[in-house]
């Protein structure tokens, strides 16, 4: 009987050293030897039903809430569409027919969710931000000054792309600072949506100048990659010589039109490039770009003119909204995710979470049935005690 447990406990070990393998074992990387490269495409959200009044028509952002719903705008018909992790319709947030007063939005442009699920909306046609709170109920509202282009909430401030400008506020709307300027040379900003902050930098994807800019908290320039005049570029346009906007990392990489950026779990950036069809792997510390993930076509895993991006660290994934494509694709890149957490939620979420708790029952009762009968052989016969006394 003893030979018996000790085989069924042994099996049961190895049984368990495979599944926490599986679990532990980073998404991304292949049974084979090496690493995977490629992209891999999770599920694609078109909208809510089949009539063209219930899809998406060119969503613009997209932001994913804390328990993994995941928001896209539809600016076009002034409304947010919220889908759960699963891919699953959730509720449409709207206003009506939409419009410019309070309680309002006529075009959310973009949109930022913070950590407790308060929801940021920068309306661009009403040159505001709207807030609503994890119920999604009216919590509050304040103008910005031109326009409200793009919006990223982080550590109690938020951060809002105006025409060129920066502008950082609180939670409760007061402005705390606003620095920049639209041009083109170091520091000035032609950009639309695409800004996030992180341990006191800012970051922005300044589109129309083709490049990447690092600042701090007070607004003081930092790096801008390429490292180039505008001028530069025009030479090279016009054939007058070289564009050296490439990446050391990847030589023959160039931005196109970044549009948003997102820092993953392992701390690094990544881009959209509408006009690279691709999402760019960026190390925050040096602007340089590592890696590139996706082409252009209307399949799943292409992209057409992608303009936002968002990573759910508990899934490791990121939304994209693939706004030519009409729809949101939800994708996961080699080595973006948090290897602890990675492999805590994959732990808690597979089918094989519910065979935990019988295994380790299991396991107890053999220790102890183990422990019971070592103890039981160990114990000196009756007859033997008896023998001895006498």
């Known amino acids: 009987?003893?030979?018996?447990?000790?085989?069924?406990?042994?099996?049961?070990?190895?049984?368990?050293?495979?599944?926490?393998?599986?679990?532990?074992?980073?998404?991304?990387?292949?049974?084979?030897?090496?690493?995977?490269?490629?992209?891999?495409?999770?599920?694609?959200?078109?909208?809510?039903?089949?009539?063209?009044?219930?899809?998406?028509?060119?969503?613009?952002?997209?932001?994913i809430a804390p328990n993994g719903d995941i928001f896209v705008t539809d600016p076009i018909r002034a409304r947010i569409m919220i889908f759960r992790p699963d891919g699953t319709f959730r509720r449409l947030l709207h206003t009506g027919a939409g419009g410019t007063g309070e309680r309002q939005f006529i075009r959310p442009e973009s949109l930022d969710i913070d950590t407790d699920g308060t929801v940021y909306i920068a309306d661009s046609w009403a040159n505001k931000i709207i807030v609503f709170d994890n119920d999604l109920e009216y919590v509050r509202e304040w103008p910005v000054e031109v326009q409200a282009r793009g919006v990223s909430v982080s550590d109690g401030k938020v951060y809002v792309l105006d025409v060129g400008r920066v502008l950082?506020?609180?939670?409760?709307?007061?402005?705390?600072?606003?620095?920049?300027?639209?041009?083109?040379?170091?520091?000035?900003l032609d950009a639309y949506q695409g800004?996030?902050?992180?341990?006191?930098?800012?970051?922005?994807?300044?589109?129309?100048?083709?490049?990447?800019?690092?600042?701090?908290?007070?607004?003081?320039?930092a790096w801008a990659v390429p490292a180039t005049q505008t001028a530069r570029q025009v030479r090279a346009m016009s054939?007058?010589?070289?564009?050296?906007?490439?990446?050391?990392?990847?030589?023959?990489?160039?931005?196109?039109?970044?549009?948003?950026?997102v820092f993953d779990g392992s701390g690094r950036l990544v881009v959209v490039d509408a006009f690279g069809f691709e999402a760019v792997v960026v190390d925050p510390k040096t602007g340089k770009a590592q890696a590139a993930y996706g082409d252009f076509g209307r399949s799943d895993g292409q992209f057409y003119y992608p303009t936002s991006i968002d990573?759910?660290?508990?899934?490791?994934?990121?939304?994209?909204?693939?706004?030519?494509?009409?729809?949101?694709?939800?994708?996961?890149?080699?080595?973006s995710g948090n290897p602890v957490l990675g492999a805590t939620w994959r732990a808690v979420s597979s089918p094989f979470r519910y065979l935990a708790i019988p295994a380790i029952l299991l396991l107890i009762v053999i220790v102890i049935a183990l422990i019971a009968g070592r103890r039981v052989l160990s114990r000196p016969s009756e007859a033997a005690v008896g023998g001895v006394e006498s």
């Open 311 to 335: 990573y759910d660290p508990r899934r490791d994934w990121f939304a994209v909204a693939d706004t030519q494509n009409n729809r949101v694709q939800v994708i996961r890149i080699p080595g």
């Open 239 to 261: 054939g007058q010589g070289p564009d050296s906007s490439a990446s050391e990392a990847l030589p023959d990489h160039r931005w196109q039109l970044p549009q948003d950026l």
């Open 195 to 221: 800004i996030t902050a992180a341990d006191g930098k800012i970051y922005v994807a300044d589109s129309y100048n083709k490049r990447l800019q690092q600042f701090g908290e007070d607004g003081k320039f």
């Open 168 to 188: 950082v506020f609180d939670i409760q709307g007061k402005k705390l600072a606003a620095f920049g300027k639209r041009g083109q040379a170091a520091g000035d």
């Open 1 to 63: 009987m003893l030979t018996i447990a000790i085989a069924v406990l042994f099996a049961l070990l190895i049984g368990l050293v495979v599944l926490f393998f599986n679990l532990l074992k980073p998404a991304g990387l292949p049974d084979e030897a090496g690493v995977d490269t490629e992209m891999t495409w999770v599920r694609s959200l078109y909208g809510f039903g089949p009539s063209a009044e219930e899809q998406l028509l060119s969503p613009s952002s997209v932001a």
